[in-house]
């Protein structure tokens, strides 16, 4: 099983049964993932999701696999392997050149590819991404570098549990957190705490951020997992 803490992998591959076959293989392994079948989505996603691994086929429509990577370099070192059809040096020489950690040729096998990504995740050890420095979502906006939250303009006074609790849902709209998840984001000196704390504060950033508490439309419950921040576009 995979133990990273962000332990989600980007596939940028447009061929769909490839992707699906890779996709399969990695689940099994305990990872999540994120499929982009071109070149633009994957930057996109690459950028909002922040990825603990990017798989990158060269030969993408929109953005091929070199400009993906060249660009996601100008900002991140997430570990990066590329895949191709092609077996020229020439290529593996160009993968390793602009950033690529490792190089794999097609047809692969899908059990020694995921075997590649373990290795090399071990061998860079956990990395922990910059924060976005503002997160927006309609007239909400998260200001990280200033530990500022502000709604429709106005500052939203925040306790530090409520501000980490936020900041991490924001952070991964869509994504379901558990309670312990959520609760690890800031108790992290072995004290035990009960679980359920988190929906006193959960109800408490309501309070706070929602129109109507009674029915959040931004922090949504998830009955029998936890929480998520909405991917709705805002109204």
Not at 17 to 45: M, P, S
Not at 78 to 91: G, K, N, Q, S, W
Not at 156 to 169: D, F, R
């Amino acid at each position: 099983m995979a133990t990273t803490a962000n332990n989600t992998i980007l596939i940028v591959e447009d061929d769909l049964n490839t992707a699906k076959l890779v996709q399969t293989y990695l689940e099994r392994e305990g990872f999540q993932t994120l499929i982009a079948h071109d070149g633009r989505t994957g930057l996109a996603l690459a950028r909002e999701r922040q990825p603990c691994f990017l798989i990158l086929d060269i030969m993408l429509p929109g953005l091929d696999g070199w400009e993906l990577c060249r660009q996601i370099r100008r900002y991140s070192e997430v570990p990066i392997l590329m895949l191709t059809a092609r077996e020229e040096e020439i290529d593996r020489v160009m993968g390793l050149s602009i950033g690529a950690d490792d190089y794999v040729v097609k047809p692969f096998s899908p059990r020694e590819l995921v075997e590649r990504v373990k290795a090399i995740l071990r061998r860079v050890g956990p990395r922990e991404a910059a924060p976005a420095e503002e997160l927006r979502h309609g007239a909400l906006i998260f200001n990280h570098h200033k530990h500022r939250v502000t709604l429709a303009g106005k500052l939203v006074e925040l306790t530090v549990s409520e501000y980490k609790l936020l900041h991490t849902l924001m952070a991964a709209p869509g994504r379901v957190f558990s309670r312990e998840e959520l609760l690890a984001t800031f108790h992290d000196d072995g004290e035990s705490v009960i679980e359920r704390v988190i929906d006193v504060h959960i109800g408490k950033l309501r309070q706070k951020i929602e129109a109507d508490p009674a029915r959040p439309e931004l922090i949504l419950t998830v009955r029998g997992f936890g929480y998520c921040f909405t991917e709705e576009p805002p109204r």
